[in-house]
């Protein structure tokens, strides 16, 4: 069985980096990893995405291993405001194909 | 340039019963997606509609069904609830199909069965 697995929960320190760990065992060949962000009452919101290796925007950058049976998110200097959980979210290949999110991951920053 | 938006933010409905609920995209965007979260199963995806048409459907029962119109609106009807579909229904808009597509996400709609 398919899954998408990340820690439940992280704490760190204003200023910090951190790195958000997902585990995808079985991910389709040629699609994407895509990570979200989610604040209480709100819908996700895109962070960022990558398919190998690494990609940096303004706000994180995304690890990718050759096997791509794994994804790093990277948060560089963490303030409050990044309270909230983190999702990855992949295309599963698991006989039908179908989106799959993460469990999440939330995470927690302090002064 | 408006949001994702979802309607009505809250909803009760009583087992059996059935409901509708609605979703605009942000203008331009063609493709729209339908997500259930709970806390015990999170984020799990339910179907996908673009140009009118069921793309991609998740593992739900037959009782979860959807459809979109000619202006991309969507609406997602649960049939004969039950307590175990109380949840946050999420509806994503993106400019077209497939996961690697940047989704946005609306506040979602917040279902109650009792």
């Known amino acids: 069985l398919a899954k998408t697995t990340q820690p439940i929960s992280m704490d760190s320190y204003e200023g910090q980096e951190v790195n958000i760990t997902c585990s995808h065992n079985n991910i389709a060949t040629n699609d994407y990893i895509t990570w979200y962000q989610q604040f209480p009452s709100q819908g996700p919101r895109f962070i960022i995405q990558g398919y190998k290796t690494k990609v940096t925007n303004e706000v994180a950058s995304l690890f990718i291993p050759a096997d791509r049976k794994s994804s790093t998110l990277s948060l560089p200097r963490v303030s409050l405001s990044d309270t909230a959980v983190y999702y990855c979210l992949v295309l599963m290949n698991t006989g039908f194909q179908k989106l799959v999110f993460g469990t999440g991951t939330r995470l927690l920053v302090s002064p | 340039k408006a949001g994702v938006t979802q309607t009505p933010r809250y909803l009760i409905k009583t087992r059996g019963q059935q409901v509708t609920l609605s979703c605009s995209p942000i203008?331009?965007?063609?493709?729209v997606s339908w997500y259930q979260q709970t806390p015990g199963q999170g984020l799990q995806f339910l179907f996908e509609y673009f140009s009118e048409t069921q793309r991609n459907k998740g593992n739900f029962p037959g009782r979860f069904s959807g459809r979109q119109f000619s202006n991309s609106r969507s609406e997602m009807n649960v049939s004969t609830l039950e307590l175990g579909d109380s949840a946050l229904y999420l509806c994503?808009?993106?400019?077209?199909?497939?996961?690697?597509?940047?989704?946005?996400f609306g506040p979602g709609t917040r279902l109650t069965v009792l």
């Open positions: 994503a808009s993106s400019l077209d199909s497939g996961p690697y597509n940047e989704q946005f």
């Open positions: 203008s331009g965007h063609r493709s």
